[in-house]
């Protein structure tokens, strides 16, 4: 296989296959790896250390058989890297000192898409670092999702789920990015509409290890209730969210009052033992 089709449609469209051709004058066969900084638009938020290790094993046996693609820097010395980030880790944690690269006249614009593309093809990004990179494809250059969906070769219907993603709590955010939580989960969860309650249900699918249908179950039930004389019951009122904003405004910490059938209850948030023995003094 060669190494346009390894990259992909959506890739070469991007590349001509002159700039990946080992023969073409952009192609550099040692490069020196200290002259190549990260990619400032790499949507990509962590690497396996153990894929990095294999991949590393791989180069020191093999070599770097696929050119790293990289461009001058345009408002300073050096290069950036657009494509190829696991193999210049791997290659410098391998030890080398020089990289083959192509070297490709790029814009910011440019550098984003190849490198989402890249990890997209090679499904290497996790669901929340793909839909981090189409906002930024969005706001940082206005594109519509329609073009994005076109730009990366998906529907738009998947890149709005994606970018949908983003709208989940920061807590639940870490689960997806660790992989604790799987996109369809964090897509079931979202159909939760009150804060507090779709963190609890997060925990609750990860403790008990449900599977997306269960989760979505869960949801169902969570929103609507067990059967229909509970559909229109809800947790939150005028009084109840008064007395929340309240008691989060006196404490200094994000409270809820949430109303059930009998009762209520009251969660008040913290963020570590610290804050958890100041929210203490100011209760006791």
């Known amino acids: 296989m060669s190494d346009t089709q390894r990259l992909g449609k959506g890739l070469a469209a991007l590349i001509s296959s002159n700039e990946i051709d080992n023969t073409s004058s952009s192609y550099i066969p040692n490069f020196k790896i200290e002259n190549i900084a990260p990619n400032p638009y ?10 990095l290790i294999e991949i ?3 180069i020191r046996e093999h070599g770097v058989i696929q050119p790293l693609i990289i461009t001058k820097n345009r408002n300073g010395e050096g290069y950036y890297l657009i494509a190829g980030e696991r193999r210049l880790r791997a290659s410098q944690l391998a030890g080398l000192k020089t990289v083959p690269v192509v070297i490709k006249d790029s814009s910011p614009k440019e550098m984003l898409e190849i490198a989402i593309i890249e990890n997209v ?5 996790n669901p929340l670092e793909e839909a981090y990179a189409y906002k930024q ?3 940082e250059f206005g594109m519509s999702q329609q073009e994005i969906a076109n730009k990366i070769g998906l529907s738009r219907v998947a890149v709005t789920n994606k970018i949908r993603l983003l709208n ?36 609750l699918v990860i403790k008990r290890g449900m599977s997306v249908r269960e989760t979505e179950k869960l949801v ?3 929103s609507y209730g067990k059967g229909s004389t509970t559909r229109l019951w809800k947790t939150t009122d005028a009084q109840t969210t008064k007395y929340s904003e309240q008691l989060s405004k006196k404490l200094g910490y994000s409270a809820h009052i949430q109303k059930m059938t009998k009762g209520g209850k009251l969660v008040i948030r913290y963020n570590n033992v610290e804050e958890l023995d100041d929210l203490m003094k100011k209760l006791l």
Not at 42 to 51: A, D, F, G, K, L
Not at 121 to 125: A, E
Not at 174 to 179: A, K, P, R, S, V
């Open 168 to 203: 989940i709590p920061e807590s639940v955010k870490e689960d997806i990015l660790n992989e604790r939580l799987s996109e369809g989960h964090a897509r079931a969860l979202l159909g939760i509409k009150d804060k507090t309650s779709l963190i609890a249900a997060a925990d």
């Open 137 to 139: 494809m969005q706001d």
């Open 56 to 58: 590393a094993d791989s």
């Open 220 to 222: 169902r039930k969570i």
């Open 121 to 125: 093809q090679r499904q290497d990004l």
């Open 42 to 51: 790499q949507p990509r938020m962590h690497i396996n250390p153990e894929e």
